[in-house]
């Protein structure tokens, strides 16, 4: 069983940087893929970024791609997220997912995920 826990979400300005991480039990998250989705009120959640369970593939969102990066320590068992040139659309609840998957892979799609945790607001102001 893994279970994500998120943080490091907040207030910020436009044009700021923050570093989400998620933290997981388990010894199963080093074999995991792991992928950070956003949710905005009133829309669908939607994929921001993912890394396989190595860390030697990742994936990235057109809209973050450039401002985002993924990374992962799996004797941390943590994967962190440094978004920089944060934008007011870049506000949501940005949710950490999980799933044990085959080597290399990871994926866009939130149904592709087994463990999800409960999510960090991040809010960027004008």
């Known amino acids: 069983q893994v279970q994500p826990v998120e943080s490091g979400g907040g207030l910020v300005q436009a044009g700021d940087s923050l570093r989400l991480s998620c933290a997981a039990s388990?010894?199963?998250?080093?074999?995991?893929?792991v992928g950070w989705f956003r949710q905005a009120p009133g829309k669908e959640r939607e994929f921001v970024a993912a890394i396989s369970e190595s860390g030697g593939s990742t994936g990235y969102a057109d809209s973050v791609k450039g401002r985002f990066t993924i990374s992962r320590d799996n004797a941390k068992n943590t994967v962190g997220l440094q978004m920089n040139s944060l934008k007011t659309e870049d506000t949501a609840v940005y949710y950490c997912?999980?799933?044990?998957?085959?080597?290399?892979?990871?994926?866009?799609?939130?149904?592709?995920?087994?463990?999800w945790g409960q999510g960090t607001q991040v809010t960027v102001s004008s």
């Open positions: 388990g010894r199963t998250f080093s074999r995991c893929a």
């Open positions: 997912a999980a799933v044990v998957t085959l080597s290399g892979m990871w994926y866009e799609t939130p149904n592709r995920y087994d463990y």
